[in-house]
């Protein structure tokens, strides 16, 4: 291999290609490293997906941007790789290229009515508060009384909690403007939320679930009966229960005996052991069927829900949102492993269709593990996959590409993209920002459309 | 007097490293690592050096007396965490 310096590209600018981006120069400090972001803006679900009552988290765009842009890292914001530039003329200017795109798409429910208006996933409302620029125009029918989340996830604990804050609360946050003028007006009173499985399966973190029973002005209703657990889930727990089941076990017990509340006027109600049949409505959606399960064991020992009889409620709701669990969606030109919903790699190594590696491709975050774990476990997974590729690097084993400088890169983004938002425009976009929200006494006050984002770019 | 972490924590494990005597758990790689949904210091063996609160990227350390009242419950399930059997001990004592 040639003295040229190796140049990396990394195509998302997420939590999971920042912290590739920090561990890449921490195992080889000579490469020289691109962020491609979709975007106009950098970190991903950082910025749309974690909920804007959780500004603490937030403050880790602070530890990106001094590991990566302040370390010599270039933006290319406002690109996207499979539509402005193909993987392929990416790999004749980088020696190697490494995909952190992450999960972009939820998963269905595969049940009638599904497609109902008033029916959507529940990763499109969190991207619409969040301000996700393609999101932005999406409207909620929030004038029902009722609402029903579909998951017992940390998702579906965020859209809960959205749906149930007081909305003078909010606006002490980065809620995008849209979504608190939109929450102002909810009428939504009672938000119900099911989980197939029971109290002792909840996927809900005990930090998450403490939440939901302690917001101002919301009563949280679980009933005595949905947390007793049946012996098969009793056992589990004391057996091989984690700290968390049992802490959220714990903690649903105490909610159920709390006495009732008249005092509030937004409620959570947490129902078990409940699967979502179908979804009712003429136009729009206007009740959800549930059927009732039991916890039956698998033949490799987990515990798995059943039907359990024919019994049909149904629920009047406006508003259904799912969320159980997301998807990543294939790369062009990239293999892509169907079942898995990942790119087929070994410890982020991609695999061409034969088997063998394919030189010069990584996989790092959602779209190499699937959509698991949270923000730190990418700290993790990054450091697997730099130490992969500063191995292939030390090793030889990657080709010099055909254009090893910048210029080649920097001339066809030229020409491709004249919108291309660098570091300087993201630094102008975010002191914009967090300078309206200064004014207005919030954290951050976002800006949402691509134009306004581009706009304050160029500033 | 010790620290504790809350449930704003992200599982980065920066603190893990920052530690002196080694009482924030569990560690990248035990068995109950990948479940936990957060990382816990040991009461019993903090020493109150201020390490961790110094590498934490998201501010989810506080001594016991500066813990937000948010994040009050935090010091109990700190210790709670260290009081039972750890999960890999049990995990082993069923199998």
Redesign the interface.
Known sequence: MSRETARIAVVGAGPAGAFAADRLLRARGDVEIDLFERLPTPWGLLRAGVAPD?Q??K??D??FHRQTLERGCRLFANVEVGVDLSHEELMRHYTAVVYATGAQTDKSLGIPGEELPGSWPATEFVAWYNGHPDYRDLEFDLSGRRAVVIGNGNVAADVTRMLTLDPDELARTDVADHALEALRESRIEEVVVLGRRGPAQAAF????L??LG?LGGVELRVSPEDVELDPLSERWLA??G???AR?NVALLREFAGRAPRTDTTRRIVLRFLSSPLELRGDERVEAIDIGRNEIVESGDGSLRPRAAGDDVETIECGLVLRSVGYRAVPLPGVPFDERSFILPNDSGRVRAPDGKPLLGVYAVGWIKRGPT?????N??DAEETARCLAEDLDSGSLPVPEHPGRDGIDALLAERKPELVTVDGWRAIDALELRTGKEQERPRVKLSSREELLAAARR | MTYVI????????SCVEACPVDCIHPK?GAP?F?????LYIDPDMCIDCDACVEAC????VFADFETPE?FA?ALE?NA??FA?ES?AE??R??A
């Open positions: 959780h603490e988290i403050r880790l602070e530890t973190t005990s930090a998450e403490r939440e302690r057996e091989r984690t700290f968390t802490t774990g949270i923000l730190g476990t700290k993790r | 809350a449930g704003s924590c992200i599982k980065d494990d990248p109950d990948e479940t936990a949904e957060q990227p998201v501010d989810a948010k419950y399930l709670a965490f039972e999960t049990r995990t004592a069923a």
